[in-house]
C-alpha cells in the first residue's frame, strides 16, 4: 500500500531562512507528486506538482521541489521564508489514479 | 470561474443522526473525490465519482457513502454517525479525473461536522 511520511511535524523558522521540508513515499511504481498549502482558515491549494521530466519543479510563491527516485523523497524548499508563509504544507502521492495519498502535513510558523 | 464549493459550511449532529454534505465542483470539472481531515489521522480518501459512477473508493465503513449527479455535483452521505465522524470534509473536482493521476484537484473549504 501507498504512503507518505513527512517527517517534521512543526517547523519555527524566522523571516529570511531557508525551508526545507522531507516528504517520503513508499511505493515502487510510477508516482505523481504534490505539494498543497492550507493557509489559516483557507483552502487547501496546489503549490507544485510533479508529473515526469525535470525532477527540479517550480511552484507558486517562490517554492520549489525535487523529485529523488532512488529516494523515494520529494522535498520541498524555499531559499527564504516570509511571514505570509505561515501555513500548513501537506506532501501528496498518487499511483495513477484519483486517490491521493496525503502526508500528516507539516505545520510551519515564521515569525518576523 | 467559481470555485468548488461545499455546503454547509458547519454541521453539528447527534450520536445515531444522519448527513448530507453535498458538493458542487467546479464548472466543467466532471471528477469528484471526497476526503476527511481529521487532527489524528489527516486527509484521508473516501470515495471517487465520474460520471455518476464510483470510480475508487478508500478504507471506509459502508455507513459513509457518496453519489453524483448528471450536473456533476455530488453528496455525500453519513449514516448512524459516532463522534469519530467529527471532522472537516473536503471534496475535490478535476476536470475528468482517471489520467493516470495527472490532473490537478482542486479543493473546496470543506465542511466541518461536529458530532456530540
Known amino acids: 500500500a501507498q504512503s507518505v511520511s513527512q517527517h517534521n511535524h512543526h517547523v519555527i523558522l524566522s523571516e529570511a531562512a531557508s525551508l526545507e521540508l522531507g516528504c517520503n513515499y513508499s511505493?515502487?511504481?510510477?508516482?505523481?507528486l504534490f505539494w498543497y498549502v492550507q493557509y489559516p482558515g483557507q483552502h487547501l491549494q496546489l503549490l507544485l506538482k510533479?508529473?515526469?521530466?525535470?525532477?527540479l519543479v517550480k511552484g507558486i510563491k517562490g517554492f520549489e521541489a525535487e523529485f529523488i527516485k532512488s529516494k523515494f523523497s520529494f522535498n520541498l524548499r524555499k531559499p527564504s521564508v516570509q511571514w505570509s508563509d505561515t501555513a500548513e504544507y501537506f506532501c501528496?502521492?498518487?499511483?495513477?489514479?484519483?486517490?491521493?495519498?496525503f502526508g500528516t502535513g507539516t505545520r510551519l510558523q515564521v515569525f518576523p | 470561474k467559481a470555485g468548488v464549493t461545499q455546503t454547509p459550511r458547519y454541521l453539528i449532529k447527534t450520536r445515531g443522526q444522519q448527513v448530507t454534505l453535498s458538493c458542487s465542483p467546479i464548472?466543467?470539472?466532471?471528477?469528484v473525490s471526497w476526503y476527511q481531515q481529521t487532527p489524528g489521522q489527516g486527509l484521508q480518501f473516501l470515495f471517487e465519482?465520474?460520471?455518476?459512477?464510483?470510480?475508487n473508493k478508500g478504507n471506509f465503513p459502508g455507513r459513509f457513502s457518496g453519489r453524483q449527479f448528471s450536473n456533476s455535483r455530488s453528496e455525500m452521505n453519513v449514516s448512524t454517525l459516532e463522534l469519530g465522524d467529527s471532522a472537516l470534509y473536503l471534496c475535490?473536482?478535476?476536470?475528468?479525473?482517471?489520467?493516470?493521476?495527472?490532473?490537478?484537484?482542486?479543493f473546496g473549504p470543506g465542511t466541518r461536522l461536529l458530532v456530540l
Open positions: 511505493y515502487g511504481g510510477t508516482v505523481n
Open positions: 464548472s466543467g470539472h466532471r471528477s
Open positions: 465519482y465520474f460520471s455518476e459512477t464510483q470510480r
Open positions: 475535490a473536482s478535476s476536470l475528468v479525473g482517471g489520467a493516470g493521476g495527472q490532473e490537478t484537484q482542486y
Open positions: 501528496a502521492v498518487n499511483a495513477r489514479t484519483d486517490k491521493l495519498i
Open positions: 510533479y508529473f515526469s521530466g525535470d525532477p
